[in-house]
């Protein structure tokens, strides 16, 4: 099994930026994609970006450019910087990993409101 710990979640205005975190612990030498996901009250979980095992990313269309997302492999962490908030930003924001030969792991998540 792998566990996921976010934070770094909270409120921000408009504009402004927030940095998520999420540190993996257990079986980590089978994680093989680690991402992040949100979901917004009433709608489904949506993938926002994710990065493999070589350091290439992908990013949901409505974050292209204002989000990054990174991993340290030496502390088990992958990163979400959120640059230039918007209101429909807001949600609640999972972390998540791809595993060899066990499931996908998620954690608690962690939610991030913007607001003006």
């Known amino acids: 099994q792998v566990q996921l710990v976010e934070s770094g979640g909270g409120l921000a205005q408009i504009g402004g930026s927030l940095r998520l975190s999420c540190a993996a612990s257990?079986?980590?030498?089978?994680?093989?994609?680690m991402g992040w996901y949100r979901q917004a009250p009433g709608k489904q979980r949506e993938l926002v970006a994710n990065?493999?095992?070589?350091?290439?990313?992908n990013y949901a269309d409505s974050v292209k450019g204002r989000f990054t997302i990174s991993r340290d492999n030496a502390k088990n962490t992958v990163y979400l910087q959120m640059n230039s908030l918007k209101p429909e930003d807001t949600a609640r924001y999972y972390c998540?990993?791809?595993?060899?030969?066990?499931?996908?792991?998620w954690g608690q998540g962690t939610q991030v409101t913007v607001s003006s």
């Open positions: 257990g079986a980590i030498f089978r994680i093989s994609t």
């Open positions: 990065i493999f095992n070589g350091d290439s990313t």
């Open positions: 998540n990993t791809q595993n060899w030969g066990i499931p996908p792991s």
